[in-house]
């Protein structure tokens, strides 16, 4: 078996009220964790959730094809879904194999780990903001059970969700403005 160059994936963590640029057109934004604000051509600044993808105009065009783009838009309207791969591709008219590599090949990801990441991601969001149980959280972002959520959380950000939420409260950041 052939092996393919795995693309580097360099990761920056942003200090509040830092700005970032976005100048290259291979620059590919995550939300991770929490929220941002985006200042695109318009000046106006809008609010990106953690799970978005934020991709330049011309890079959207030229990498991010349309199955991909709808799959990631179902899953980041409905990330409390049972979605499959299967299930995925049927939504985006492809074959589960053809699906599965075109997403990998634009997010770096299988689909699968990527809604992994954005359930968590949704989370820990959730955790900052709202005072909801950890039942009702695990629940909204799609885990069947509290245990199963805990478990998740805890494996990605080290820390217990009722720990993380103590720990984001007593040291609130500030959302992240970013130039595009």
């Given amino acids: 078996m052939k092996s393919r160059p795995v693309p580097s994936l360099v990761v920056h963590r942003l200090t509040e009220g830092s700005q970032l640029v976005l100048s290259d057109a291979d ?68 074959s589960r194999a053809a699906f599965a590599r075109r997403f990998a090949a634009v997010s770096g990801r299988s689909p699968v780990r990527y809604l992994s990441e954005l359930r968590l991601a949704l989370a820990a969001s959730l955790l900052e903001s709202t005072d909801d149980s950890l039942a009702e959280l695990a629940s909204r972002v799609g885990y069947t ?32 403005s970013l130039a595009a």
């Avoid at 509290?146 to 009722?162: I, L, N, Q, Y």
């Fill in 27 to 94: 620059t590919v934004i995550l939300v991770v964790r929490g929220t941002c604000a985006i200042r695109g051509a318009t000046q106006k600044l809008e609010r990106v959730e953690a799970g978005t993808l934020v991709l330049r105009r011309g890079q959207a065009n030229r990498t991010l094809d349309q199955c991909v783009a709808r799959a990631l838009g179902l899953l980041q309207a409905e990330p409390a879904k049972r979605w499959t791969v299967q299930s995925l591709a049927r939504a985006v008219g492809l």
């Fill in 145 to 176: 059970s509290e245990f199963a959520f805990s478990r998740a959380f805890k494996r990605k950000h080290g820390v217990a969700p009722g720990s993380f939420r103590r720990l984001s409260r007593a040291t609130h950041f500030q959302p992240l």
